[in-house]
C-alpha cells in the first residue's frame, strides 16, 4: 500500500441512483464518455459488501481488506473482466492508514479512474439508495434518475433477471422514490439532482447540460455518441457482451415510446395505480384514474394476511449466520447472473429491503379477487 493518498485526491464521486430500467445505464454510459469522468460497471457494493459487515469483519484489517476487494472485483459470468482490475495493483495504490467500507469501492473507482487518465469515477447500482451512500461518501454528488413507473415497472417484467410481480414492483418504485427525494431535499442542491429518464431521450443536449452544471463539470459533446469502449466497459466485459436489455444505452441518444406502460395487463394497471396514487403528478406524469385507484385499493386491503405472513413466520425462524447470508448472497447474484444470460429463474434473497411480503401469496390472492370483480 502506497504511503500516501495525498497525490491520488480526486474530485468527489458520482452516484447514479433509480429503480432498474429507469435509465440509469443511459446516463452512466453517457457519463462515461466524458473526458473527466469513469464509469464503473454496476458493483452492487451495499449488496453484497456494506450488508454482509457481519460476515467481513473490520476490513481495517489487511487480510480481510483484500478478501472483500477480491470479492468486490468480481462477478459470475466476468461480467466484471472488461474492467481489468487487478486486486494487488488496487492495493498497492491504498493510502496506508486506517481503512474502512468506503475506501474499498474508492480504491476500485480511483483504480479505474487513474488507468483512464480521468479526474473522478461515477457508480450505478439500480435501487441504491441517496442515504445510504452519504453514509458512507458524505461527499458524493448523487444523480437520481426517475422514469414514468408504469413505463418503469413494464419493462422490469420484461427484464430476465425480474423475480417480482408488478404490484411488488409499483411498491417499491413509490417508496424507493419518495424515501429519495426527501433524503435529496434534505441534503441540499450541491450534493442530489433529479433528473426526469424522459427528459433524458427527449432534450438530451439540456438534460446533460443540467448534469454537467450539477458536477461542475464542462459538457462535452462526446456524452452524446458515448463510445465503444465506455459502454462496453461498463455493461460488460467487450462489445458482445452487451446484454439486450442494455442495447438502448450504446447506440445514439433519441426518442423512445414513453408514458405508455406497454404490455401491461388491466389487473397489472390497478396494481399499479393504487401505489404511486398521488404521486405522478408531482413528477410530471398522469395520474392513475379514480377507479383504477379505488378498485386497486380494495384489492390491495384483501391481501394482508398474505403480506403478514412472512413477518410473522420469521419470529420462529432461526436467524442465519454471518456465513450462511454470504451463501445465500453468491447464489442470488449466480441465479441473477445466470438468468441474464438466458439461465434459469432467479432464486434466494432479493435487492429489496422488503422482506414482508410473499409476492406468490400476495399474487394469488389478487388474481383471484380480480377475477371476481372482473377487472
Not at 480511483?110 to 461515477?122: E, M, P, V
Request: net charge negative; glycine share 10%.
Amino acid at each position: 500500500m502506497s504511503e500516501s493518498g495525498a497525490e491520488d485526491s480526486l474530485r468527489p464521486p458520482i452516484f447514479v441512483i433509480g429503480p432498474a430500467r429507469s435509465g440509469t445505464t443511459l446516463l452512466q454510459t453517457m457519463l462515461g464518455a466524458h473526458p473527466s469522468i469513469s464509469a464503473l460497471p454496476e458493483m452492487h457494493f451495499w449488496f453484497r459488501i456494506v450488508d454482509l459487515v457481519d460476515y467481513w469483519g473490520d476490513v481495517g484489517d489487511p487480510g480481510r481488506f483484500r478478501a472483500a476487494l477480491s470479492e468486490l472485483v468480481s462477478l459470475p459470468g466476468g461480467l466484471l473482466d472488461g474492467a481489468g482490475f487487478q486486486v494487488d495493483r488496487i492495493l498497492e495504490q491504498v493510502a496506508s492508514g486506517r481503512l474502512e467500507y468506503r475506501d474499498l469501492l474508492d480504491a476500485v473507482g480511483r483504480d479505474l479512474a487513474r488507468r483512464q487518465g480521468k479526474a473522478r469515477w461515477s457508480e450505478k447500482t439500480p435501487w441504491q439508495g441517496a442515504e445510504r451512500i452519504w453514509q458512507l461518501f458524505p461527499e458524493a454528488q448523487v444523480i437520481h434518475l426517475i422514469r414514468e413507473p408504469r413505463d418503469t415497472v413494464a419493462s422490469i417484467l420484461r427484464a430476465p433477471f425480474n423475480d417480482q410481480p408488478a404490484w411488488a414492483l409499483a411498491d417499491q418504485w413509490a417508496r424507493y422514490t419518495a424515501e429519495n427525494i426527501h433524503a435529496g431535499s434534505e441534503r441540499g442542491p450541491e450534493h442530489y439532482l433529479q433528473v426526469r429518464y424522459e427528459d433524458l431521450v427527449r432534450a438530451p443536449l439540456a438534460a446533460l447540460g443540467l448534469v454537467c452544471r450539477f458536477l461542475n463539470e464542462e459538457f462535452d459533446s462526446s456524452m452524446l455518441v458515448r463510445g465503444t469502449e465506455s459502454t462496453a466497459l461498463f455493461t460488460g466485459s467487450g462489445p458482445d457482451r452487451v446484454l439486450p436489455w442494455q442495447a438502448a444505452a450504446t447506440g445514439p441518444v433519441g426518442p423512445l415510446q414513453l408514458g405508455t406502460g406497454g404490455g401491461l395487463s388491466a389487473l397489472e394497471r390497478v396494481q399499479l395505480g393504487r401505489a404511486v396514487s398521488g404521486r405522478c403528478a408531482m413528477l410530471g406524469y398522469v395520474e392513475p384514474k379514480g377507479r383504477t385507484r379505488v378498485v386497486g385499493s380494495l384489492l390491495w386491503a384483501l391481501t394482508v394476511p398474505a403480506r403478514l405472513a412472512p413477518r410473522l413466520r420469521r419470529l420462529w425462524d432461526k436467524p442465519l449466520s454471518p456465513a450462511q447470508r454470504h451463501q445465500a448472497v453468491l447464489r442470488y447474484i449466480d441465479g441473477r447472473v445466470a438468468a441474464a444470460l438466458g439461465g434459469g429463474p432467479v432464486e434466494g434473497p432479493t435487492f429489496t429491503d422488503d422482506e414482508d411480503f410473499s409476492p406468490a401469496a400476495v399474487g394469488a390472492v389478487l388474481e383471484v379477487v380480480a377475477e371476481a370483480l372482473a377487472v
